[in-house]
């Protein structure tokens, strides 16, 4: 069976916590924070966890944050290899203010990384890939990684016949997108990027998401929309599954929780289009929760359920 394996470059410590207002130049009192693994690969593994399935979870790590991301994530049971750096794994911060239900997060752009341990991280995946695997990527690049790494992780996966399942942003994803990609996950303002595009009206999505697949060596395009839902696009078909409108309490880890359901569902045997319609389900259910806990498969699954009820376009 098809294994799956999460890379996460720049992984981080989410904390999570609330207060009653929030206002400058004052002492918050904060409640009890909560601390959870994060960064885009592990967040996509402990969604795999959540909807019952496992993965390979591969990650950077350094200084006392690093050993504490890896015993957050022993807690979890998901197996992993941690590629060992200098600099101390970043620590990100959400808060929601309860009086308003707004939630302000503060990203830490990670610790520098250095040629050789970037280097190494390549190595790995040349010994752990294997034919038919499942390659997931996700993530911003931290300090002094170049951005055509995935260019070179793309190209391991190329030559070990695994599928590569890349979610990214910037440059890093510019030029990626121009390499071998099985499934690749912009939302509209990364697709408006990767086409020259300021701004994309809904009468020009298709269009712009069809030019990309002929122009690019990419098997699937899955445009997130948001509350929209999100856009299949294959030389195939072409259709916009809708999202169901919940009560929205954080939309951290959203985005990586759509691509554990998608993942899942190719190693389930699903088509194309109930791949994203779960996936969307996924991303759903990940808002319906505080702080950082992903989603959960009772939520996605009846979600999924009233997904498959509704018309595409």
């Known amino acids: ?12 410590i989410d904390k999570s916590t609330t207060v009653a207002g929030i206002s400058p130049n004052s002492k918050l009192r904060c409640t009890e924070p ?9 967040n996509v593994s402990r969604a795999i966890e959540n ?8 990650y950077f790590a350094g200084g006392p944050s690093g050993t504490f991301l890896k015993h957050l994530l022993d807690e979890k049971e998901i197996e992993q290899f941690v590629i060992k750096i200098e600099g101390f794994t970043r620590e990100n911060l959400a808060v929601t203010d309860t009086n308003t239900n707004q939630q302000f997060r503060f990203g830490m752009p990670g ?3 250095k ?3 970037w280097q190494m991280a390549l190595k790995q995946l040349e010994l752990q890939l294997q034919k038919d695997d499942f390659l997931v990527a996700s993530g911003k690049l931290p300090p002094n990684v170049p951005d055509d790494f995935y260019v070179k992780v793309s190209q391991i996966a190329e030559n070990k016949g695994a599928k590569f399942i890349l979610d990214t942003s910037g440059e890093p994803l510019l030029k990626a997108a121009n390499s071998k990609v099985y499934m690749l996950k912009p939302n509209l303002a990364e697709l408006g990027m990767l086409c020259n595009e300021t701004s994309i009206t809904d009468l020009k999505l298709k269009s712009l998401a069809k030019s990309f697949l002929e122009n ?12 929209k839902g999100a856009l299949l696009a294959t030389k195939e078909e072409m259709i916009q599954i809708p999202a169901p409108v919940v009560h929205q309490k954080s939309t951290i880890g959203a985005g990586d929780s759509m691509v554990a359901g998608m993942v899942m569902s190719l190693i389930w045997g699903r088509s194309f289009s109930d791949m994203v319609r779960y996936g969307v389900a996924c991303g759903t259910a990940a808002t319906m929760h505080h702080g950082t806990q992903l989603c959960f498969k009772k939520d996605a699954d009846k979600l999924y359920d009233w997904i498959k009820k509704q018309k595409t376009i």
Request: one cysteine or more; a neutral charge; glycine letters at 14%.
């Open 115 to 117: 040629k050789a341990e």
């Open 111 to 113: 610790p520098s990384i």
């Open 1 to 12: 069976m098809a294994r799956i394996i999460t890379l996460t470059v720049n992984p981080a």
């Open 216 to 227: 690019n060596d990419c098997k699937i395009l899955v445009v997130s929309l948001g509350p």
């Open 51 to 58: 909807l019952g399935g496992s993965s390979l979870c591969s």
């Open 34 to 42: 909560t601390f959870d693994a994060g960064g885009g690969g592990i």
